[in-house]
């Protein structure tokens, strides 16, 4: 009784538009004791949620052009430890390369897990594709498996889309989640005019007055003044930025005095007021 009630309550926050709070609720109610059930539905909700979601007019230009962040590194992988990931050499990476090897993520217990969840759902899959459980379930929209065609490319290629186990996605979730994370940092010159703020539960603006601003990009990319000029006024003012900031750091200074600012800032309590 009690997991048809707390499937219920979720079922109510979804349909006032709260997926991320129904998310968590069955998420950790499957926590305390993994159901078959719950993990199945928690694949539902996602869709239902990513589906729900406006996401704006988008990035613009589209696709994004980033140059190549290890032109050293040729046939083979690029590989960072965890604590250098930024939005940039993911991009980077990405177009250049295929993929980024991140290291320090996930513990070597939380690796032997994840393969072990991995390797599960490839052997349910291989035993009956048309098998209806936790470890593997094609997923399906209205009934109807979705991209039959790329499942099967993705299959010949040694591999499992994570939508169709939804034993694995739930595991995996959750080895990110005590992976220890406290604090996931998104760096976007245009996260405002994109409209990405409702994504990110503070918006932190670092601001640096104009003729230092045009100093440093004539001095660090060869900007003639009016290029320079004309690239920070393509973006918001630091007036406009700041009035949508819960947090602003003054970048006038050196690189330490910015890193003292977001050591204090990180530290101080959040109270959903503006912090600077």
Known sequence: ME????IDEAEQLAA???FADALDLLAAENRVAADAELELRLIDLRFRAAEAYDA???RTPWPPEYSDPFPEVVGKLPEIPATALTTDLLGG???HHGALIVRGVFSPEQIDRTVDAIDRAQAHRDLDDAADDRWYRPFEVNGRRVAPTLRQVVRDQGGTWL???PRSTALVLDELRAAGTQVVVIEAAVLLEAGWQDLTDEVWVVTVPEPIAMQRLIARNGFSEDEARSRIRAQLSNEERARHAD???DNSGSIEDARVQVRQTLAAPSTGAKRS
């Open 3 to 6: 997991l048809v009630n707390r």
């Open 16 to 18: 006032q538009g709260r």
């Open 56 to 58: 704006g007019p988008g």
């Open 93 to 95: 990476s990405v177009a």
């Open 163 to 165: 939508a169709d186990s």
């Open 247 to 249: 947090a602003v750091i």
